[in-house]
């Protein structure tokens, strides 16, 4: 976090795309290039501005999806449709395309790596993508402390980081709730996150965890409900809402 | 802009203060989003990051998550920001390490 909170003023940098990856039928994660990145902690966005030749501009936050430290910078983009920014990154970005991001921004829905406590991640959709920052960032340091992420997302098709996440799933470290079709060798009816979920996946809240919960404004009110119920402590629960559409 | 709370709470009508730690530290100078904000009318403290936001207007609107208090609000012209903090009781920003 300190590194974060060092920078001076934010300032606009160029950013160079040097590889897309489709992730799904609608997300791309978009790596770039940027000179003098100072470098984040797992959770933090940036901003990222595009500018048309008439001198149009606009200004969008997305969150970092690779690793913190490792000075990569990763964004992963999901359309919203008729979203004027989202279209072109999901779309039309290419390797070589130019933008501005500044950053990185955050200092709440940070994971410090100093703390060693357990660390219970619950993503729903794309609120997946600052919490893959946290796990790859817990991979990469190959860190003590015990993290598990809980996953909602519609079906199979529609997941993001495939290939990791399938190798952490096979590990226990991740479980997939599917809410409306689960795969062949899923047992759990398809559904929202409940409160079995929770008692089934979570980490037990004996061990004092921390959680970071992430996604639409509705399924972050709800497992916010949920985890204060299965007995978390509302001082170690941070979350992130993004209406679904708003800022695309 | 004078929408029922029903209607800004559909989905696509907000997002939180997290997404908006670029815009404020326009105004601020600095990332805000770690600092605890008191709502002037209920009580309730909140770290500005979990601040509901509504930005689909022409300007940025940050109501208290309990009351729906108006916390802060902000319009940017080619010229000028205008900022009120019109519920807000305190701001506690802790100090810059």
């Given at each position: ?163 990791e996440l399938a190798s952490l799933h096979a590990e226990g470290t991740v479980t997939f709730l599917y809410t409306r079709q689960p795969t062949a ?64 | ?97």
């Amino acid at each position: 976090m300190a590194r974060a909170a060092a920078l001076p003023r934010l300032t606009w940098l160029p950013a160079t795309i040097s590889d897309v990856r489709r992730e799904s039928a609608t997300a791309t994660t978009l790596r770039l290039d940027v000179d003098d990145w100072p470098g984040h902690v797992p959770g933090q966005h940036v901003d990222l501005r595009l500018t048309a030749p008439d001198g149009y501009s606009a200004v969008r936050p997305y969150s970092l999806a690779s690793a913190g430290g490792s000075g990569t910078v990763e964004i992963t983009v999901d359309t919203t449709p008729g979203g004027e920014v989202s279209t072109y990154l999901t779309q039309g970005a290419r390797p070589g395309h130019h933008l501005e991001i500044r950053g990185p921004l955050g200092k709440w829905f940070v994971w410090d790596t100093s703390d060693t406590e357990p660390v219970q991640l619950i993503g729903g959709g794309s609120g997946i993508v600052p919490l893959m920052s946290m796990l790859r960032t817990h991979d990469a340091q190959q860190h003590p402390a015990q993290m598990r992420l809980l996953y909602s997302l519609p079906s199979a098709v529609h997941m993001l980081y495939r290939p990791e996440l399938a190798s952490l799933h096979a590990e226990g470290t991740v479980t997939f709730l599917y809410t409306r079709q689960p795969t062949a060798a899923s047992t759990r009816p398809p559904g929202r996150i409940t409160a079995d979920d929770l008692r089934q996946h979570a980490i037990n809240p004996d061990l004092k965890p921390s959680a970071f919960v992430c996604g639409p404004t509705g399924f972050v009110e709800t497992v916010l409900t949920l985890l204060v119920g299965f007995g978390y402590d509302p001082e170690r629960i941070r979350a992130e809402r993004y209406g679904e559409g708003s800022s695309t | 802009m004078n929408i029922p709370r029903e209607q800004r709470q559909q989905p696509g009508w907000h997002v939180d203060g997290n997404g908006l730690a670029g815009a404020m530290s326009d105004i601020f100078g600095r990332d805000i989003t770690d600092a605890m904000g008191v709502c002037n009318f209920c009580g309730n403290r909140a770290a500005v990051a979990e601040v509901p936001a509504y930005n689909a207007g022409p300007g940025v609107v940050l109501r208290c998550a309990e009351c729906d208090t108006i916390l802060m609000r902000w319009a940017t012209t080619p010229i000028s920001t205008w900022l009120e903090m019109p519920g807000l009781r305190s701001l506690e920003i802790a100090m810059q390490p």
